[in-house]
Every structure is written in C-alpha cells, then in structure tokens.
Nanobody
C-alpha cells in the first residue's frame, strides 16, 4: 500500500507562489494516477487537480485553472502542485491522493495527511 507525504505548504501573501510536493513510500507512485484536493475550515474537501500515471490526462478545477500546475517526476516518485497568483480563498489544507481518478473524494483510496497553505491578503 502506497503511503503519501505532502510538503511545501506555508504562509504566503496574496499574489505569491508555493510548490507542494507529494512523495510516496511503500509503493511506486509512477503506477498511480495522482490528485490534489483541498479542504478549507468548515467546507467540504474539494478537487483541485489530477494527473494520470502516464501523463495522458490532466484535469483542474475551474477555480485554479491558469494559476496552478500539476506535474510529476516518475523517476523521483514525486508529484508536484505549483501554485501561482495565490488568493486568500486558496487557504486550505491540501491533500495528495492516489489510486483513483475523477473529481470525487470517494474515487481515491490513498491519502496523505495534508499540508496547510495560508494566503494572507
């Protein structure tokens, strides 16, 4: 069973950038589709972006299109989420997930513990 660990979160001013990293242990991440979700306080966990294991498809939530970029380095067993032009409404805990596909939380069996992203205005 693959274990996922997120890193790269932090506090940034509006308009700034962060790059989140999802690393895997106990399995080869290159075999899995990988997604990013986020959950703000008092809100449901929502889809952010996903990338297929073979790079054949990439999907983004409308709210992050043009600002966020998901990528992967299968040789390093790692997936990234580059976040530019950050807004206060991007503030949330960001979760890496693997093993499924789509925009629904229930579509993914493996989850990391999350990393906090806070965007100040």
């Amino acid at each position: 069973q693959v274990q996922l660990v997120e890193s790269g979160g932090g506090l940034v001013q509006a308009g700034g950038s962060l790059r989140l990293t999802c690393a895997a242990s106990g399995g080869t991440l290159s075999s899995y589709n990988v997604g990013w979700f986020r959950q703000a306080p008092g809100k449901e966990r929502e889809f952010v972006a996903a990338i297929k294991w073979n790079f054949s498809n990439i999907d983004y939530a409308d709210s992050v299109k043009g600002r966020f970029t998901i990528s992967r380095d299968n040789a390093k067993n790692t997936v990234y989420l580059q976040m530019n032009s950050l807004k206060p409404e991007d503030t949330a805990v960001y979760y890496c997930t693997a093993g499924g596909w789509g925009t629904r939380r229930s579509g993914y069996p493996y989850w990391g513990q999350g990393t906090q992203v806070t965007v100040s205005s």
